[in-house]
């Protein structure tokens, strides 16, 4: 009977020792060496949609506006309404546009790359910014716990 015993907790000992040890957090610059890094990340997603929300409501400002003035307003054609067509406004389908566009593998509009590249690369930026301002606040929050109290 002991040696049954013996085998069970020793299993369970084995068990133990092969779970994976969960990582240390990695620091922005470790985390994001690429863009498509940047890409998978969800944050990335939450401000790429904020970006575009953000276009949106204005254009949509832009045309109330315009209604006040003339019965039925109409903006120029612009690189909004390009992607729109295509059915690009979204974060994957513009990360994946940017990646074409940078490799020289689709041919858009001059008008339409920069605007792509606008948006990925303020969301880009966003995204690192929130993840190095989180690491600074978690810095700050740990020296001051090592302080003592007086």
């Known amino acids: 009977m002991k040696k049954s015993t013996e085998k069970s ?7 133990k020792l092969q779970k994976p040890v969960p990582e240390p957090a990695k620091t922005a610059r470790e985390r994001f060496k690429t863009f498509q ?3 998978a990340d969800p944050m990335f997603t939450e401000k790429a949609n904020g970006i575009l929300s953000d276009i949106v409501s204005r254009r949509q400002a ?22 729109q067509e295509k059915g690009l406004l979204s974060p994957e389908a513009l990360s994946l546009l940017y990646l074409q566009v940078q490799s020289g593998q689709v041919s858009v509009p ?8 606008a948006i ?6 966003q995204t690192i910014k929130h993840y ?7 810095c700050k929050s740990g020296e001051e716990s090592a302080q003592p109290q007086a």
Request: hydrophobic content about 45%; glycine content about 2%; charged content about 30%.
């Open 9 to 15: 907790s020793n299993k369970a000992k084995a068990e």
């Open 37 to 39: 890094d940047i890409f």
């Open 62 to 83: 832009t045309l109330a506006a315009a209604a006040k003035i003339v019965k039925s307003p109409k903006l120029k054609r612009g690189p909004f309404d390009v992607l």
């Open 110 to 117: 001059a008008v339409v790359r920069d605007y792509v590249n």
């Open 120 to 125: 990925i690369i303020d969301a880009s930026q």
């Open 132 to 138: 190095v301002d989180q690491e600074q606040n978690e």
